[in-house]
């Protein structure tokens, strides 16, 4: 039996909850979740409580926020004017939306979501939707593989049995 480690390519199913107990996202029902193990695919907590594991275990995690999506940042919550969301279709409180900002790195594409429109401005949240939440998951391991060479240039998983 392959076990979970780098490079690897894992097939999980998973349910998230949060702190009160209501599920935020499954898998189950839909198609199982592909990622390459260590290649930052998804969230820290999460790949090191797999690191190991193989084929049919089943886990229980709880990623705190620092290891899931960050603390919720006040300074990530700005204002800006009405006309500079006319691409936005829906502007109503609620509405999630991409919103290119400035970093270290260069330009990055971040979603926002809008908190408030008011008369002449829109007031917007930059956090991640799970920012500042801690996160549990119920992860069942179903298939761990080699990547294909393919897989291994392009960076993608191509086949989602590897066939």
């Not at 998230?16 to 907590?45: F, M, R, T």
């Not at 919720?72 to 919103?99: I, N």
């Amino acid at each position: 039996q392959m076990k979970i480690e780098k490079d690897k390519v894992v097939f999980i199913d998973y349910t998230l909850k949060n702190s009160e107990g209501d599920v935020l996202d499954s898998s189950i029902g839909q198609e199982q979740l592909p990622y390459v193990h260590g290649a930052g695919d998804i969230i820290v907590g999460l790949e090191k409580a797999l690191e190991g594991k193989q084929s049919g275990e089943k886990i229980n995690v709880t990623v705190l926020a620092q290891d899931g999506y960050g603390e919720y940042m006040e300074d990530l919550v700005r204002e800006a004017s009405k006309d500079e969301f006319s691409d936005v279709q829906d502007l109503k409180e609620g509405t999630h939306f991409e919103v290119e900002i400035e970093t270290e790195e260069g330009p990055q594409v971040t979603m926002a979501t809008i908190l408030e429109v008011g008369s002449d401005t829109v007031k917007f949240d930059m956090n991640h939707p799970l920012a500042g939440e801690d996160l549990y998951f119920e992860i069942e391991v179903k298939n761990v593989r080699d990547q294909s060479p393919e897989e291994a240039d392009t960076g993608r998983i191509l086949s989602p049995n590897g066939d």
